[in-house]
């Protein structure tokens, strides 16, 4: 073969494209992103992103309840016209994928939740801000140009949790999470050795783990310092938390938040309501009795209640108790599009992504939260196409016949 036939057979070198460009398009899989952000940073940060809680079981079982399903295809279908929009709430989606809340996202990436929002909004996928985030809800909307969803924790200082709820309506945000299990802070053993504790003790081995990362540090110097922008917005003087530390937020998480509060905050919220962590059919069904619009099924991705039952397991339960026109979000353990399909099968109207988008953020900005959409999307679209279905809706009404338990 002559030198030219050889470069067309195996393809000719791309030139021109910067270093974040080849990264990006040499990213095949989610997973993928996760050995690139591994080398961007400092161990016990990276530790921070993947840790769970206690022997991290709950952390192992999220991802392995998936393959505990196998598709059945319907054969000879046409399924070129095949589309992965969606509708959630009211609103259009490019496909059924969310972006999960998460807290202190400026400690991973410089581009925190405004990269987030920003990526999220351009690929049109909904995106979660958390009460522990590091840039306030109204700088996200004004860096973003979309309103997020937003995710609340009820503090014991319910004047804070009241206040943030309103920000929240002012800034436009059209659903509020209520998160229900913080009662207290999961024990997070990979921190706690590293000493990301509270408060924080680094040891020697530590400092010398992190110092091996200049640009990090580079990085976190030339901005704004950490905090929590949503807690300290809202935080009036002498509540002991104007600061927005983490072991000030943390002292806030309270064990008494009950049913009541869930009622209070359902008559404070005008748009729609959901409550995350892992639910039973029976609470569900008692939040719908109070007015509740849905719920965000999650373990904190393994990070609080270790041994928690991997969330993608109760979608079916809440279906059944929760009917139709019950909001079911997923998440904990979704890293390929056929997770996602295997979630909707099951009953959920979308399944949202904690870790891999933050891989994503890491490793190249913005534009890498797209690409993890981008090749959940294509990847669920495939595996719908070669399920023989063309639409959503389609997929979650013949999932009975296209899943089975192993």
Request: hydrophobic residues 40%; neutral net charge.
């Amino acid at each position: 073969m002559k030198p030219r036939e050889v470069l067309d057979l195996f393809g000719r070198p791309r030139t021109g494209l910067s270093r974040a460009e080849r990264t990006l398009s040499n990213t095949l899989t989610v997973s993928d992103f996760r050995g690139r952000a591994r080398r961007r940073l400092p161990g016990p940060v990276f530790d921070y992103l993947e840790g769970g809680a206690d022997g991290e079981r709950s952390l192992r079982d999220n991802r392995t309840a998936f393959d505990d399903y196998h598709l059945v295809p319907s054969a000879l279908r046409d399924v070129s016209g095949t589309s992965t929009a969606t509708t959630l709430f009211g609103r259009r989606y490019s496909a059924p994928i969310g972006l999960a809340p998460t807290g202190y996202t400026r400690l991973l990436s410089q581009a925190g939740e405004i990269g987030a929002a920003t990526a999220a909004a351009r690929s049109a996928v909904p995106y979660v801000i958390s009460t522990v985030a590091t840039t306030s809800v109204e700088d996200v909307v004004a860096g973003a140009g979309v309103a997020p969803y937003f995710q609340l924790y009820i503090l014991k200082d319910r004047g804070i949790s009241r206040d943030m709820v309103a920000r929240a309506a002012a800034a436009g945000c059209e659903v509020l999470e209520i998160a229900i299990d913080t009662a207290v802070s999961g024990n997070r053993l990979r921190d706690r050795r590293n000493g990301l504790a509270i408060p924080p003790r680094l040891d020697a081995a530590t400092i010398a783990r992190i110092g091996v990362k200049p640009h990090y540090w580079t990085s976190m110097i030339s901005n704004p310092a950490l905090d929590f922008a949503n807690v300290r917005a809202s935080a009036s003087a002498g509540t002991g938390i104007a600061g927005g530390s983490i072991a000030e937020i943390t002292s806030q998480f309270d064990p008494t938040v009950g049913w009541d509060d869930i009622a209070e905050f359902r008559s404070l919220w005008p748009g729609t309501l959901l409550l995350k962590g892992p639910l039973s059919a029976a609470d569900a069904l008692r939040a719908k009795s109070l007015g509740v619009d849905g719920v965000h099924l999650s373990n904190h991705g393994g990070r609080q209640l270790d041994g928690a039952i991997p969330p993608v397991r109760l979608v079916p339960e809440v279906r059944a108790a929760a009917g139709d026109d019950f909001g079911i979000l997923v998440d904990s353990g979704v890293r390929t599009g056929t997770d996602v399909a295997v979630a909707l099968c099951l009953g959920a109207d979308a399944a949202f992504l904690g870790r891999p988008y933050l891989w994503g953020l890491v490793a190249t900005g913005p534009r890498g939260v797209e690409r993890v959409v981008e090749i959940l999307t294509a990847e669920l679209s495939r595996t719908m196409q070669l399920l023989g279905v063309t639409s959503i809706d389609q997929l979650r009404e013949e999932g009975s016949i296209l899943l089975r338990a192993r």
